[in-house]
């Protein structure tokens, strides 16, 4: 069956193509299990379609638009107004934007910030991505979380014929995105701040340390927050053999976060193994956590709508304490499957129960879910990077 929220035009005004002056064009999200939202268009003139995902965060749009987790989905932003600051380019967590598109409640054509580069529309037109505003972003959130994640399109396109659309977004799927978002090269990475800046803010807690950081999709805070520390950091393409980047002698292995499906990186996973048999520290975020449960006999699952946003509650089993988090997952280590040989649960998330965090028995490496580079967002976490620090100092953590 499908359902609008808004009233269909008859035939003749289906089919104009023309605006009159001031007019906006209209915009329409299907689903999979047919229903149809309408509203305005935004952002670039382009169909698409995308696995449709919500995010919860009040702020942090530019961040949530340049994270490389978000390749192959669609974002709703739950919070009512989105774009009211503006896109300072200085918050993009890479390069560019990687989201398919973009759904709001109401879009702010003028941005209000001295920071600002451009406006959110102005960013969404120069990189291509459709979206859709206008519509009533709750309702469609209570959908997929009632319904589960759907794969959706968003398209201008008055004439649609749902009976050709549905199966097209029944068979979608993102594909293999960690290689379409990693880096193309090895490449060393170098901090902006000053030396008497890095000293005086984190104390040379990490001066001499060389860090291999593996993209997956990293976000660029990942690196910051070991630059931060006065470490060195080589990044590397997702698809680097082990033998190259223990061959390089590094002090600590960052895996990173990254966008799809974990089990579908199966030559990733191999040499994974082989960083995990080392005896080189290892911290792992998101994907990466993902990654490494696998590559030593755990199990993970799609969950059903995911956790994405900037205000989760995650517990540290160790000291007890809750911590708020920023996440950005779809799928999730399977705690019924952790063999406690290999790895014991440091971190639950205090809403589901579902695992956000592993220590590895007998090994210095830890791994987590949530994100505690964190930008923006909480800062809470942001200690564990300093107890990768002491892990690559040789402390047992």
């Known amino acids: 069956m499908i359902c609008y929220n808004k009233p269909i035009l008859d035939k003749d005004k289906l089919r104009r193509t023309g605006r009159g002056k001031g007019e906006k064009m209209r915009a329409f999200l299907i689903l999979e299990d047919g229903t149809v939202l309408e509203?305005?268009?935004?952002?670039?003139?382009?169909?698409?379609?995308?696995?449709?995902?919500?995010?919860?965060?009040?702020?942090?749009?530019?961040?949530?638009?340049?994270?490389?987790?978000?390749?192959?989905?669609?974002?709703?932003?739950?919070?009512?107004?989105?774009?009211?600051?503006?896109?300072?380019?200085?918050?993009?967590?890479?390069?560019?934007?990687?989201?398919?598109?973009?759904?709001?409640?109401?879009?702010?054509?003028?941005?209000?910030?001295?920071?600002?580069?451009?406006?959110?529309?102005?960013?969404?037109?120069?990189?291509?991505?459709?979206?859709?505003?206008g519509i009533d972003t709750r309702a469609l959130t209570k959908t997929l979380r009632e319904k589960g994640t759907m794969n959706g399109m968003i398209t201008t396109n008055k004439e649609y014929c749902p009976e050709d659309i549905l199966p097209r977004l029944k068979e979608?799927?993102?594909?293999?995105?960690?290689?379409?978002?990693?880096?193309?090269?090895?490449?060393?990475?170098?901090?902006?701040?000053?030396?008497?800046?890095?000293?005086?803010?984190?104390?040379?807690?990490?001066?001499?340390?060389?860090?291999?950081?593996?993209?997956?999709?990293?976000?660029?805070?990942?690196?910051?927050?070991?630059?931060?520390?006065?470490?060195s950091v080589t990044v590397y393409p997702a698809m680097t053999k082990a033998k190259e980047i223990l061959s390089d002698k590094p002090?600590?292995?960052?895996?990173?976060?990254?966008?799809?499906?974990?089990?579908?990186?199966?030559?990733?996973?191999?040499?994974?193994?082989?960083?995990?048999?080392?005896?080189?520290?290892?911290?792992?975020?998101?994907?990466?956590?993902?990654?490494?449960?696998?590559?030593?006999?755990?199990?993970?699952?799609?969950?059903?709508?995911?956790?994405?946003?900037?205000?989760?509650?995650?517990?540290?089993?160790?000291?007890?304490?809750?911590?708020?988090?920023?996440?950005?997952h779809g799928y999730v280590v399977d705690a019924g499957k952790i063999d406690p040989k290999v790895a014991v649960p440091a971190f639950i998330n205090v809403n589901d129960g579902t695992n956000e965090g592993l220590a590895y028995t007998g090994k210095n490496i830890f791994t987590v879910q949530f994100h505690p580079e964190a930008c923006p967002g909480p800062q809470d976490s942001g200690y564990l990077f300093d107890r990768f620090m002491k892990m690559m100092e040789g402390a047992w953590v």
């Open 39 to 133: 509203g305005t268009h935004i952002g670039a003139e382009k169909e698409v379609i995308s696995e449709i995902v919500f995010n919860t965060s009040m702020a942090g749009y530019t961040e949530v638009l340049t994270d490389p987790s978000y390749a192959g989905q669609a974002v709703c932003m739950t919070y009512p107004l989105i774009g009211n600051y503006g896109v300072c380019r200085e918050d993009m967590e890479s390069k560019q934007p990687w989201i398919d598109g973009l759904i709001v409640r109401e879009l702010s054509r003028i941005g209000s910030n001295f920071r600002m580069d451009v406006t959110l529309q102005q960013f969404l037109e120069e990189y291509g991505i459709p979206g859709i505003a």
């Open 172 to 231: 979608y799927s993102p594909g293999k995105v960690v290689e379409k978002v990693t880096c193309g090269h090895k490449m060393e990475k170098k901090a902006d701040l000053s030396e008497a800046d890095m000293g005086r803010r984190y104390e040379k807690k990490g001066r001499g340390k060389r860090v291999a950081l593996m993209d997956f999709g990293a976000k660029d805070n990942i690196a910051d927050s070991l630059l931060k520390r006065g470490c």
């Open 251 to 328: 002090d600590g292995i960052m895996l990173s976060n990254g966008p799809g499906d974990p089990k579908e990186c199966t030559s990733i996973i191999e040499e994974i193994r082989k960083i995990y048999e080392s005896d080189v520290p290892v911290f792992a975020i998101c994907l990466g956590h993902q990654l490494m449960a696998l590559a030593t006999g755990a199990d993970t699952y799609k969950m059903k709508y995911g956790h994405r946003g900037g205000n989760h509650p995650v517990k540290d089993l160790q000291t007890g304490r809750v911590y708020i988090s920023s996440q950005n």
